[in-house]
Structure formats: structure tokens, C-alpha cells
């Protein structure tokens, strides 16, 4: 599982934009802890599939590391 950190690096958006796609249904986001402050956590199967249904181009520095 990643991280919200790790996705927006990984996808090059802000984390705005990150829970944009989540609440949009666009990606699925995992809330992991309970209370209004909760944290997400995103299977890298799903982020891929985004990746290719949204032919993004992922960051290449963040992908190599």
C-alpha cells in the first residue's frame, strides 16, 4: 500500500488534486484511521490502473527511487 505522499509524487499532483480523484471516484483511496483527520492509503495496482486509464506520464525520478 502507498501512501498519499507517495502517490502524489509518484503522479505529480498536489494533495488537493489527490483527494479530488478520491472523492470523484476516479482513484481508490483506503481510509486507514478513523476521525475527520483520517489517513488514505492507495494499492499500487490501483494507482497503475490509473495511470493507464489516464495515460499520465508517471515522475520518473519518483518511480526509479
Known amino acids: 500500500m502507498l501512501t498519499s505522499e507517495e502517490v502524489r509524487e509518484i503522479l ?3 494533495q488537493r ?3 479530488r ?3 470523484s ?6 481510509k486507514v484511521t478513523l476521525g475527520p483527520q ?3 492509503r492507495f494499492a ?4 497503475s490502473a490509473y495511470i493507464r486509464r489516464n495515460r499520465v506520464k ?3 525520478k519518483a518511480a526509479a527511487s
Open 44 to 47: 499500487e495496482e490501483d494507482v
Open 38 to 40: 483520517g489517513r488514505y
Open 17 to 19: 488534486t489527490l483527494f
Open 21 to 23: 480523484l478520491v472523492k
Open 12 to 14: 505529480g499532483i498536489s
Open 58 to 60: 508517471p515522475d520518473k
Open 25 to 30: 471516484g476516479a482513484l481508490a483511496g483506503h
